[in-house]
């Protein structure tokens, strides 16, 4: 690989978000996420690096092996939201998630909003649908 793009940024813990962790797990990713002394950002990036060394699907996807998928939209300074998609940005991504699926062996497990998989805002990419 010649080529990377940092589209994804610091991950959560799958575990975590999908509440399946075992005890043992749940308390290093509180350990890492509540440290006291730390600021919230050096706490995600610990998190995410600690989630980083897990293999995927035992992680959410990283930078280091993941295709990114922009879709432009506006972000409203006034709702402090990104603007819907539109039907022709969604009948694109239908194409490109259904050719990507076939030609990397992926499932639709393996298709993640931003904000599912990492720290980004909740309003990006809400009303994508490629499905």
């Given at each position: 690989?010649?080529?990377?793009?940092?589209?994804?940024?610091?991950?959560?813990s799958?575990?975590?978000?999908?509440?399946?962790?075992?005890?043992?797990?749940l308390k290093?990713?509180?350990?890492?996420?509540f440290?006291k002394g730390?600021?919230?950002s050096?706490?995600i990036a610990?998190?995410?690096?600690?989630e980083?060394?897990?293999?995927?699907?035992?992680?959410?996807?990283?930078?280091?092996?993941s295709?990114?998928?922009?879709?432009?939209?506006?972000?409203?300074?006034?709702?402090?939201?990104?603007?819907?998609?539109?039907?022709?940005?969604?009948?694109?991504?239908?194409?490109?998630?259904?050719?990507?699926?076939?030609?990397?062996?992926?499932?639709?497990?393996?298709?993640y909003?931003?904000p599912?998989?990492?720290?980004?805002?909740?309003?990006?990419?809400?009303?994508?649908?490629?499905?």
């Open positions: 690989m010649t080529q990377k793009c940092w589209h994804i940024g610091n991950i959560k799958r575990c975590n978000e999908l509440k399946t962790c075992t005890a043992d797990q290093e990713v509180n350990t890492l996420l440290k730390e600021s919230y050096v706490r610990n998190l995410s690096k600690h980083g060394d897990k293999a995927y699907p035992d992680r959410y996807p990283t930078n280091d092996d295709v990114g998928i922009e879709i432009v939209g506006a972000f409203g300074a006034k709702t402090a939201k990104y603007e819907a998609v539109t039907k022709e940005q969604n009948q694109s991504l239908v194409w490109l998630v259904t050719t990507l699926q076939s030609l990397l062996s992926l499932t639709g497990d393996d298709v909003r931003h599912e998989v990492s720290y980004k805002q909740s309003s990006e990419a809400l009303t994508a649908n490629w499905k």
